[in-house]
């Protein structure tokens, strides 16, 4: 049966600003148009279910082979099977380390693709898919507010794919050196501008984007976690890990460094899908919406955002937030309203969220090494820690992964602060300090946002 496509904010009824859309979308329409008409986000309306057979099957086999398992379960009645081989085996030719740190506890090492972050699995997946599925002689233009790594991944997955343009949207304060330069020098089709606020007003200004008529006519799409087609690739690599590493049946548990909710939303997925879970584990920065609405049962979206080390988990209201209260029974909106809530017990029987403070995750970059010869990097030091904080808590043992999202080297000084060595670079990096570019400044103003926009965007190819 195919699987459609419907908004979080289909049941919104007498909302000011909200006309809720009560349609439901082909894949390939959700992929193109990003957010829904009434600025909700796209779900599938059924969840395809995987035998433990078919994911056991999978162990020692090459990445590709999970992530096209899991492609033909979401999307074989969209793209030939020919297609969806030649976008996986053309997006992962790169490792996919599991690292076991301590006694079945491994790190998963999502850090070694072309930009050298996790985003890189969700973005060339997606490329490759949109360039399928563009109109053929018009233009998509790409929309991308990035904290830190979606940018540069989702710029490096679309340059000099033909007929489709990218602008990303960085916080000119919230990102490191290294992250700037590779998000400032993409060029060609690929533009960056620094805008003068915080990772929620760069959101914020794709999100008023998107649902401005004026703006049409340019077949405006995100590339940003708010895009189903990113959340699908995410959902692989929880698959990959688990055949690799699992006995027959075993549950495993995942912690996922969390910001915009994107990565741990394919873990929830990939449960649902039939992967044997013990435990979601969805550790935070200072950003503690999450943890204390676990905690208490009342949502407050941390405004503005607090900046972090970690710094693309700076996120004062998850975008993500919204499909997790889907998944659970409840509705909350773009800007962090509770219309209903979830079914909080179920959703504590299957997630643990804490919050890790800056304190706590330079400790345990220092511990992880001194213990392990082991160097993480902030977002993935927040990750450790909070399945520390899990284990702590619940007295629970087994087998565990932690996400390490992006490379130390993108974070020198940091390490270097605490370490006393400078990471080295990956192939990937190799000679970025010496690459030539520069960003366009920008206010968080949305007319100007939407002034640039109209002097800037092209419609046709």
């Excluded at 380390?97 to 998963?108: G, K």
Aim: aromatic share 10%.
């Amino acid at each position: 049966m195919s699987i459609r496509y419907y908004s979080t904010n289909r049941d919104l009824k007498n909302i000011t600003g909200i006309k809720p859309f009560a349609g439901k979308v082909s894949f390939k329409e959700a992929l193109l148009t990003g957010q829904a008409p009434d600025e909700g986000l796209f779900m599938p309306d059924s969840i395809p279910r995987l035998s433990l057979n078919d994911i056991q099957e999978l162990k020692g086999k090459p990445y590709w082979e999970t992530a096209l398992l899991v492609a033909m379960a979401f999307l074989a009645d969209e793209f030939s099977v020919e297609v969806l081989t030649h976008v996986v085996q053309d997006a992962y030719n790169y490792p996919v380390p599991l690292e076991e740190v301590s006694r079945r506890t491994f790190v998963m090492r999502l850090d070694q693709g072309p930009t050298a972050s996790f985003k890189d699995f969700a973005a060339r997946m997606m490329a490759r898919l949109m360039s399928y599925c563009r109109p053929q002689g018009e233009r998509l233009n790409i929309l991308v507010a990035t904290s830190g790594d979606t940018g540069s991944a989702v710029g490096k997955a679309f340059k000099d794919v033909i007929g489709i343009d990218v602008t990303i949207l960085y916080p000119t304060d919230e990102v490191s050196l290294r992250q700037k330069k590779q998000l400032d020098t993409i060029g060609g089709n690929v533009q960056s501008l620094s805008v003068s606020g915080k990772f929620d007003d760069c959101q914020n200004l794709v999100k008023q984007a998107f649902s401005d008529p004026a703006l049409a006519r340019f077949n405006l799409t995100s590339a940003n976690s708010i895009n189903f087609g990113r959340i699908l690739p995410q959902i692989i690599y929880y698959i990959y890990a688990y055949a690799q590493l699992a006995a027959a049946g075993e549950e495993i548990i995942f912690s996922v460094p969390s910001g915009n909710f994107g990565d741990a939303l394919g873990c929830e997925y990939a449960r649902r899908m039939g992967m044997p879970l013990a435990k979601l584990v969805m550790p935070t920065n200072e950003n503690d919406e999450f943890p204390n609405y676990l905690k208490n049962g009342s949502y407050k979206k941390v405004s503005p955002s607090r900046a972090c080390i970690s710094n693309a988990m700076n996120v004062g209201h998850p975008s993500n937030l919204a499909r997790f209260f889907e998944l659970y029974g409840g509705t909350v909106d773009r800007a962090g309203v509770v219309h209903s809530n979830p079914d909080l017990e179920e959703m504590r029987q299957h997630i643990f969220s804490v919050s890790i403070s800056d304190e706590e995750t330079r400790k345990t970059i220092k511990k992880v090494y001194q213990l392990y010869n082991v160097v993480l990097e902030q977002h993935g030091a927040v990750g450790w820690a909070g399945l520390e904080a899990f284990f702590q808590a619940t007295k629970t043992k087994g087998l565990a992964v932690s996400l390490e999202t992006a490379h130390p080297a993108k974070f020198p000084e940091e390490i270097q602060k605490l370490l006393g060595l400078t990471p080295e670079l990956p192939a990937s990096m190799k000679g970025i300090d010496e690459r030539k570019g520069n960003a366009l400044s920008m206010t968080n103003n949305y007319v100007d946002f939407k002034n640039y926009l109209q002097n800037h965007l092209k419609v046709k190819e």
